[in-house]
């Protein structure tokens, strides 16, 4: 059989390809330099597949997408705490190199925009590395994003430092807040190296599937961050990641993201997906053209705008009947599908029905895809309240779709694996 | 049995009870009138279930949380690109009563900020309304989304046009670049008007659950706007819906919102559920701080989060076997569950691998629960390459998950109700 | 014998006509209807006199030069402390039509600003005045300050109006803030008619003369506006009568100046002249390109900077010497000249030479031209101490330069008109 | 007798003593540690005199009061058009560590912003100069003005350089956008080294009155810097020396002006006297508490006030008559005091009146204390146009007030001392 995807893939990159507007990022000949015509893409699911199409395996600078990485690892690193009080989450609604402070505090705004990310740099591995291992500490925490172990352009490297005048403007400012504390050379020399690791697309793709997997590479399986950690990476992408055009891509294209200047793009849609590509020409915010031209139509071909209500599913309760008659009569509810808090509630609505004359009463989840924890706490919740009553209650679960079950104080439950045996 | 739902909105509601921090709006007698200490929440599901504790029958005027429904109300009687042209979709980092509009062309950042959101009202209807054929309108729209028909408060309506001295600038300031083009004053009366209508807590939630639902009312099953305005709607909610602590908000609550000056705050989980909450006491942004409270527990004990990764799943192929042996062999990949873009792909490697000597292959979709447009066409196209490569293809459907299944170009499927059938 | 004045503008104003560059104001047609030819200047000196060249006695409104004799008549009929407490005198630094109000207070930051020429408006005449009356005190105090009654061009008037969506909008802010006590409509309809009145080149330089001779009217003698209330609005047009060119305009030019948007300007060199030119195309900052060219060569041919130092002048003691000797011998010290602090100093200082066996001392002020206030009381204090020193001192003072000493406490002085008759 | 402006600054100072409001500024332990209840003020007159009373004598670094001198010495150094390319003349309205870039070119307001200040530092010199090059002209140029020898605090450089932070973050900002060309860290180092020199509170009313007496140091003698310059140098000062309080002071005082953060302040008023005041306690804005209160004193007191219109003086034409009859009649225009453009215009309007049958005519200088350059040549423009109506013209010019005088093409004059010799 042809493969689907690649297909799919080489189709609308064939679309888009013609497109020859905007301009590479011309700032140090290095990035002027690369062949602009370069078009990539590539898709890493949280299986661990990865489809790639075009210039998908030419290493090109990671840049700023460096930025929602080095953000979770600091996360990981120094905690929630730490990090927040040096680092803010709001959109600034300004392009990259704004300086973006807070007016009191001097706290950058976001970690998207260069005075946060080069906070977000010093906030990784432990207080007391010294420079050099601090970046080995990015290197490796990228590293482990991608599956592999990356390495740094130090042409590029070397060029960005002689040009560094904004981001070492910025750090100054950000010494004089407090913000930083150490000297701020270093600490801007640890971010441009940090922003010349040199990736693929297919690296960028594996990366933005870990943070669509929660955190765990669907490659190595190692899981590089908390789960935690990653949801406030996506968030933080969604309203930040795409600059002052931030706004537009969340309507257009609905997936947290982020752009490098080298032509990069990444989109992580949790639970499902990380998408990158790669183009060097770049629109007036500063991301790539046909980027955004291949990511608004996969968003709009397969429906991943986190805003896109899921299709409706069938009903979670599938029958409600009563089997035989008399005291050994047994009321089965059965189940399918995944049950998420609103499954729940529709559980707990039929349950609140049932006739306490009615005394024994089966869930029956065989048909159970998947359950959340709200929905596992509600399920069993329900079970207790029915014992209460005086239900005998019945979990029909063959494949431990809920292991364990504790209904708690006063609920009991007996677990089946098939109701048949009931009647 | 007790009821669930009820008794955990009741504890929750307990719980941020005792915090009288903040304080009510009080730059109208009547808003600094409102008794600070009422507390209410409801949720109201896409299935059309209502629960309201504390004083969640009690009325208030809507104030701000009026805009992302007037939002969607243009953009359904104007079209994207009308409403586009005059207000933007950027966040922008201020304070509600911030003016801020774009440099160059005085367009406002959004319509969640008052320059946007008297705009929207301007955009609401047919051009030649009216001033009161525009407020008619609204508060129909207003009345559809709340699935009863509203009423303004005319007392508050007088008393904020008296000291609607910043919107009449606002107002002014817009008709000077052209965004508005009639008359200021009766435009800032009809936002005014828009904003003075009174809701329950329980309105609220069923609003904020025909958002979640794709824009039909869950209680009266009308559809009051389009499905691709509601994601507008909910993606600019996100951005910014909570002013200047949206990033805040998106990155600790994770849901699409909207907060008013009277207390109302509501939330719209894409799929799943309308959640409100009143309490008229106020933090430093604006927002209602027992109301912020309220969603903060729910969105962590509910994992409502819209980038919280859903549970893990069951595989979405839940076997894959060959049945009898020789020319009749069949072989069958048993399905199961939800299957979107990432089951799809799984799906897509499977049938990959089936060697052309398995004539023979049957889809099983018994168990499955739900299917996206995007997997449902990558199935499709499985099939249909699966007919070209020489073989037989079975959907097993007995409850039409694919309704009128076509393979397209070259394709062919047989849909059974069975698998046995075929063996 | 030829006018050498006359002669000497109309030489400048060749000079520049060709200069065809810059665009009159186009907002509204009548201001765009203006022929963009016309080229005029008038001095008027502080004597009264005034010369007029080209289009000096064409009719154009006064437009934002009303700005500074507002002001000077909301200070004279509030006081200061009313009209501080209202408008502030920082430099905005930003275009004429740029908000600029503080951001704690909403005070406009000076009264050159559109949002303080409207506060400004609104303090002139009394309180309790209804629009009509206030609008006639301006028009009154305006005709005062050009000495011949000025009335209003309806058909501008009427079209500003139309267009007044930004005064209207800054005036709805400025009642938000509480800085405009009533309507803000009426307020701006009122500014619009002051901006309104009609002038010719030579009323305006009338206008400036008057300015320039500590308030009073050189032509009427009428004293429009008290003396510390001139020194305030030169102040205020030297910082912030240019616009964002303010500071280009105080080291090139470096006269308190004003322009308006119908292409008139205006300078007042303090006890010197009052200048005016009128020329309709205006620049990038709104201010006339022939009229700052005309203020540069004006400035620079006849040395007007108010930063010029003043010619160096002969010493203030023409000589010091011994009439006779003995008992009756006479110490003379001629003085001549301006004196001020300076001067006085140096009076001082010879004056503690006279040794104590030189009893009588005259200080001959015969050829003293003016003596300004502390040089007055410096000679004065001069007189005590030689006194009190057991001296016998005589004032010189046919002209009565000094009128009525008095040297205070201890001190005593003998005027007589010649001190040949003292010897 | 007694010391009259002795006493009268140790009055004044006697009243400003006991406030003790404001703080010193304390961003480094050197500035901190100094005795707040040091008060001091001096006055050097544009003769040479020194008077200083209290502290006069502490040396304390001179800091942002360099900042005008910078200016100057880069003004003589480069030129006008090289320094202007770099830094602008507007007043920013906001504090000194504010970065107030022009958004387009990256050039700084004005030269009394840090921005401003450590870009004049880089040009002053020839470009070639190394740092310390660099430094040694700055410090050369300041000791040239202030008549000594001066030297620097290495102490408060070397701590001031710790905390450089912003300065350092500002130069790298400036580098980026072209405004500095060479390595940001020593041009920093030699701004802080400039703003370190050491000086007391004579010393800066010395360098003030070589700014009030057209650039020469009235103690030395030596031109320090050209007329063109100060000039320049003091109509920035008046707009832009104290910070966000420019307009009060520009009101109040009327005085140009720079404070620095060590306590002192100085002003300059053209052609009459430097004054310096030192008192370290600072108001909110950076500007010294009793220094600030010292000069409203002295500007109130002694009528310092630029717009200050100055005293009314005798009229220029002290008369006008003929002596004697018949053809060897002579009309005599008897002038006296100082002639600016308002005295020459007066002159010329009588001389417009001298009847043709007048033939002699005798412009009596005699009496005449200063004639402006303008008024000079206009008194010989009048001259001029008598020869030319046939008059013969005489100037009585004992002291040679005009000296050389030469009215041009068709003129004569015949110059004498008396013109009695002329009847």
């Known amino acids: 059989m042809r493969p689907i995807i690649p297909d799919y893939l080489a189709e609308v990159l064939g679309d888009v390809e013609p497109d020859a507007s905007g301009e590479p990022a011309g700032y140090i000949p290095e990035l002027a330099a690369a062949d602009p015509d370069r078009l990539g893409a590539a898709f890493a699911t949280i299986g661990g597949e990865v489809y790639g199409v075009g210039d998908s395996d030419i ?15 600091a996360l990981s690193d120094r905690g929630f705490d730490s990090v927040l009080a040096k680092v803010g989450v709001e959109p ?17 705004l976001n970690p998207m ?22 970046v080995e500490r ?12 990356l390495r740094m352009d130090e042409a590029v490297c070397a060029s960005e430092m ?45 990366m933005a599937a870990t943070l669509a997997n929660r955190g765990r590479n669907p490659l190595s399986g190692d899981q590089v961050v908390p789960e935690t950690v990653v949801r406030q990476v996506l968030s933080v992408m969604f309203s930040c990641g795409m600059y002052d055009a931030a706004g537009d891509w969340a309507t257009q294209v609905g997936i947290p993201a982020k752009s490098g200047v080298a032509g990069g793009l990444i989109g992580a849609l949790p639970g499902q997906i990380g998408i990158a590509t790669f183009s ?13 031209s291949l990511f608004e139509r996969f968003s709009s071909d397969m429906g991943l705008h986190v805003m896109e209500v899921p299709a409706a599913a069938r009903a979670v309760v599938r029958s409600h009947h009563v089997v035989g008659s008399g005291p050994g009569a047994l009321r089965v509810l059965r189940l399918q599908g995944g049950i998420g808090f609103a499954g729940a509630e529709r559980i707990v609505r039929e349950a609140e029905e049932i006739p306490s004359s009615d005394v024994r009463v089966a869930l029956d989840l065989t048909r159970v895809h998947s359950i959340d924890d709200v929905a596992r706490r509600m399920v069993l919740e329900v079970a207790r309240r ?10 029909v ?3 431990s779709i809920i292991p364990d079950p504790d209904p708690g104080d006063g609920g009991r439950v007996t677990v089946v694996d098939t109701w048949n045996a009931l009647t």
């Open 397 to 399: 679960d063959p494949e």
């Open 59 to 73: 290493e090109f600078t990671i840049q700023s997408i460096s930025k929602p990485f080095a953000y979770a690892l």
């Open 138 to 149: 990015v290197l490796h925490g990228l590293s482990a994003f991608a599956g592999r172990r």
């Open 280 to 292: 060097p020409r770049l629109d007036r915010h500063g991301n790539s053209v046909r980027g955004v």
């Open 162 to 206: 002689e040009t560094a005048h904004r981001n070492l403007a910025i750090a100054h400012m950000l010494r004089g807040h407090g913000i930083l504390t150490g000297d701020p050379r270093p600490i801007v020399e640890g971010y441009v190296r940090q922003c010349s690791v040199l990736v693929t697309t297919r690296d960028l793709a594996v």
């Open 113 to 134: 925009i260069n005075a946060g990310a080069i906070t977000v740099h010093s906030l990784t591995g432990a207080e007391d590395l010294n420079p050099a291992e601090r």
């Open 92 to 108: 600034s609604g300004e392009a990259f190199n704004e300086i973006s402070l807070e007016s009191d505090t001097g706290r950058p």
């Open 386 to 395: 029915l014992t209460l009553d005086g239900h005998e209650v019945y979990l």
